[in-house]
């Protein structure tokens, strides 16, 4: 049975569109969408060899290699400029995500690509950056908890610059955010926490900001107890961005 996890990204691919996920592992989220129908070819991208078999194997299990096409390599340098319509990339950090992100649209290899759906573990921000400003829009956004663990969805398409730059000032309007900050600090927290997200705040989204001040409150422990000379400077700028959030929160 596919994770709730995997379920969400389904969710976001629209429905006959060729696909690429990248990092497929196992494959399963690509043999989900062939068996469910929802799409009618797709292409397994894997960096290494372990997976790769394994998606391989996943594949000929359920009888689905003429549909699935499973290569080895580094992120979208498996695919070619206009061969897919829809790039999943699911269960990694999100530096290397808007990494692979960035070599792929730096080779063509995004090309005809319309839609992404990506699920980075963390540094969403990341991702969110890169979309913002390649001229991808943001059309949803997902949090949700699974085993213990919290996971962000982000869905994006692509569109004229004009028209990305239109829908990102809707999406990211500061005005959701106190006034009494700077327009980039409210910005900045836009990217960081998610403009969807932050709209409509359910409890896991107040959970995970809850843990992450958590987190950033042992930091600032240990840089009080710092005898290093630029801690202080650090210790400061840090609290300052705690009550940030937690005024937004
Ligand atoms: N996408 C699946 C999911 O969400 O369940 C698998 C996630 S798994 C944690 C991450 C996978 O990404 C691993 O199988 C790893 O080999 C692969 N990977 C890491 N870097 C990669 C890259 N640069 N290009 C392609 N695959 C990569």
């Known amino acids: 049975k596919l994770s709730n996890r995997l379920q969400t990204i389904a969710g976001y691919v629209t429905a006959g569109s060729r696909i690429a996920d990248i990092g497929s592992d196992h494959a399963q989220l690509p043999v989900y969408l062939l068996q469910a ?6 292409i397994a991208g894997e960096l290494n060899k372990g997976p790769f078999d394994a998606a391989r194997r996943q594949g000929a299990a359920v009888g689905l290699l003429h549909k699935l096409d499973v290569r080895q390599g580094d992120g979208l340098s498996v695919i070619q400029p206009l061969e897919v ?6 269960g990694m950090g999100g530096a290397l995500m808007s990494d692979i992100l960035e070599a792929g649209y730096q080779t063509g290899k995004l090309e005809g690509v319309k839609e992404l759906v990506l699920q980075p573990n963390v540094g969403e921000d990341r991702v969110r950056s890169w979309l913002l400003e390649h001229g991808w829009s943001l059309l949803a956004e997902t949090i949700m908890e699974e085993d213990g663990k ?9 569109q004229s610059e004009q028209e990305s730059k239109e829908h990102s000032a809707k999406v990211y309007d500061t005005s959701l955010l106190p006034v009494s900050l ?5 910005f900045a927290l836009l990217v960081r926490m998610g403009p969807f997200l932050l709209r409509k705040p359910i409890p896991v989204f107040h959970q995970k900001w809850q843990a ?6 042992r930091v600032c422990q240990s840089l009080s107890l710092s005898e ?6 650090k210790l400061a700028q840090l609290r300052h961005e705690m009550t940030i959030m937690k005024e937004v929160l």
């Open 37 to 42: 129908g929802i799409v009618p070819s797709a």
């Open 212 to 217: 992450e001040l958590e987190k950033l409150d």
């Open 85 to 90: 319509d829809t790039v999943t990339i699911a």
């Open 150 to 158: 919290i996971y962000e969805v982000l869905h994006a398409q692509k």
């Open 182 to 186: 700077p327009e980039e600090i409210r």
């Open 228 to 233: 290093q000379p630029e801690a202080a400077g």
